[in-house]
């Protein structure tokens, strides 16, 4: 079963628990003090901007974000998040984060696309 874009072995099941997704994407994410913030920018399906959705550092969310962001292979300075990526941070920072990311979280629900820049 691929979580956040890691593999977690069949023989897990598919009990994976949130604190285990938590433990192997911030192991791998690895140092993070570089990175001072990560934005979500959310558009149509036309391409028209939306808005800015800035993430609290030291969350989950940002975490794998930024984790994302930097293994991405996508070219240029805004990467597109894929709808499955997007769902399971969003539901794991929901588990994890609780109000700190809430209100980022229920829009990462919504059809949107999404585009994350880290710096």
């Known amino acids: 079963m691929f979580i956040c874009g890691y593999h ?24 993070l003090s570089d990175v001072s913030y990560a934005v979500l920018i959310s558009e149509n399906r036309d391409g028209v901007k939306q808005e800015d959705l800035k993430v ?10 930024a984790d994302y962001y930097k293994k991405s292979d996508i ?14 941070m969003s539901e794991v920072s929901k588990a994890v984060d609780g ?3 809430a209100a980022v979280c229920k829009k990462l629900d919504d059809m949107l696309l999404y585009r994350v820049k880290v710096a």
């Open 8 to 31: 977690f072995p069949a023989s897990m099941g598919n009990k994976i628990s949130h604190e285990q997704v938590v433990e192997r994407v911030t192991a791998e994410a690895g140092d």
């Open 99 to 101: 109000e700190k990311t």
């Open 75 to 88: 070219e240029g300075e805004y990467k597109m998040i894929y709808y499955t990526n997007k769902y399971q």
């Open 56 to 65: 609290e550092k030291g969350s989950f969310l940002f975490t794998a974000l």
